[in-house]
């Protein structure tokens, strides 16, 4: 990557509770870039610390609200100085590979697209429990069939997008569901998408942090509620 | 007899605090007050409530009322969901503008290099 992209690239880590990896994970993607934002969703444990003394930026909530809403933070305090940037999602318990971040970089920049995403199942998800499969198969089957976007993977952490993407995205869903709220302006929006293999590591640790099966229902209900709303 | 006036003043007491409140909620206050005269005529005059329900393909009036119940409950809480969602978002939006107003950094190499004030 040349360095200009790396100077335009912000790499947005929503955070809630992980100071036992987040010196690793602010480490590791600062070995490669400079501009790491950790939106911390009122952790009560070290985490903004922790990624303060790393050299992370810390925005920081008072009140829990959610991955989503921690994303969104993000996406502002960026998109308020610039539009004219690469930013990219990456998730704080230790499961992506900054190396997949580049990788995902590189193709948006070849194939001029709005944002591309990462997909475990043309990548690897090791580990992964069954129950968290089938959910996401389910959420790609909807994808595909009702929104009409062909996606392997609907609920990936590891996104790349412009800036002018981000300001467009306007997150509303403050929890898990911002991730089907993101694959659905995606068509709202006719923006330009592709998606890329990724890896996907589940540790004991990132497996006791993910959604529960359940979780699924509660992502509709809050989609559908979304939609009376607006 | 007798649960007809326990009915009966319990709704009037509801019609008193609604009367209280009208300033506060104009626009459901004529609603609230068709619901509440509706209930206490129909405890004075069960059989309309028969006529009624046998008119719309119901059994008996008691259960007309309890359909009608459920739907407005249901209404009635969906409503409120949608309240709380609209108040969740105000929560978020000014728990991000207090986090936008106070990034902290942790070194000077980034391009956002902004010192806490």
């Not at chain 1, 690793?24 to 600062?30: L, S």
């Not at chain 2, 009915?7 to 007050?33: A, N």
């Not at chain 2, 991000?96 to 902290?104: D, N, T």
Request: net charge positive; charged share 20%; aromatic share 8%.
């Amino acid at each position: 990557m040349i360095k200009q992209d790396i100077e335009k690239t912000y790499i947005i880590i929503p955070a809630y509770n992980e100071a036992s990896v987040i010196t690793t994970v602010v480490n590791t993607v600062m070995k490669h870039f400079n501009n790491v934002i950790i939106v911390d969703d009122a952790s009560t444990d070290k985490t903004a610390h922790l990624a303060l003394e790393a050299g992370a930026i810390v925005l920081h909530h008072e009140i829990n609200l959610g991955q989503g809403a921690a994303l969104q933070t993000g996406f502002d305090y960026v998109t308020q100085k610039t539009s004219d940037c690469y930013i990219v999602t990456f998730d704080a318990d230790d499961q992506h590979r900054i190396d997949d971040a580049i990788e995902l970089l590189t193709i948006l920049k070849q194939t001029n697209a709005d944002i591309v995403l990462g997909s475990r199942f043309t990548g690897q998800a090791i580990n992964i429990p069954s129950s968290r499969r089938i959910l996401l198969k389910l959420c790609s089957y909807y994808t595909q069939r009702i929104l009409k976007i062909q996606l392997t993977d609907c609920h990936n952490g590891l996104r790349v997008m412009t800036g002018k993407t981000a300001s467009k995205l306007c997150l509303q869903q403050n929890g898990m569901a911002h991730a089907s709220e993101i694959i659905d302006k995606i068509s709202r929006l006719n923006l330009k998408y592709a998606e890329a293999p990724v890896v996907i590591n589940y540790t004991e640790y990132s497996k006791s942090k993910g959604q529960s099966f359940w979780n699924g229902f509660f992502i509709v209900r809050n989609l559908l509620l979304q939609r009376i709303i607006n | 007899m007798i649960i007809q006036l326990s009915l009966s003043l319990g709704l009037l007491g509801i019609l008193g605090y609604v009367i209280l409140q009208r300033d506060k909620v104009k626009v459901i206050f004529m609603p609230q007050l068709a619901v509440i005269s509706v209930g206490i005529f129909l405890i004075w005059f069960p059989n309309v409530s028969t006529f009624i329900a046998k008119k719309v393909g119901v059994g008996r009036g008691a259960d007309l009322i309890t359909y009608c119940w459920i739907v407005a409950s249901i209404l009635l809480i969906v409503n409120l969901q949608i309240k709380l969602k609209k108040l969740e978002a105000h929560i978020t939006k000014l728990t991000r503008a207090i986090a936008l107003v106070q990034p902290k950094n942790g070194h000077h190499g980034n391009n956002f290099a902004t010192k806490k004030d």
